[in-house]
């Protein structure tokens, strides 16, 4: 029986916001959904770079978006069936709160949350 961590629990609930049509990804369609205001929370790479960071944490913050940072590329594109993704965007309210939940967050308030 194997057991599954929450980082399993967390891929798997952006795959599932994925195939509800509620995610995107990638730097421009990331970037687009934020300045648009569609972005609930903003899924980082571990292994990004650091100029991808500053870019996209200074963007969320001014704009009161929540941005966590997960897994790496290749994690994060395999839980969305795709080649390695750096960012994603999660545009329902619901599946951010799932996703917050699951990490055991208390502090949902606009952050980077590691």
């Known amino acids: 029986m194997k057991v599954r961590t929450i980082n399993d629990k967390v891929f798997q609930l952006i795959g599932l916001s994925k195939r509800a049509g509620k995610l995107v990804s990638g730097a421009y369609a990331v970037e687009q959904s934020i300045k648009s205001s569609k972005a609930q929370l903003v899924i980082i790479s571990q292994d990004a770079s650091a100029n991808t960071m500053k ?5 969320c913050g001014h704009r009161k978006i929540d941005v966590i940072k997960i897994g790496s590329k ?4 395999q839980s969305i069936g795709k080649p390695a993704r750096t960012l994603l965007a999660i545009t329902d309210l619901s599946f951010k709160d799932l996703i917050l939940s ?7 308030n606009m952050g980077v949350i590691e």
């Open 102 to 108: 699951e990490l055991s967050l208390t502090a949902k």
């Open 55 to 59: 870019k996209f944490t200074e963007m």
């Open 74 to 77: 290749q994690e994060l594109g």
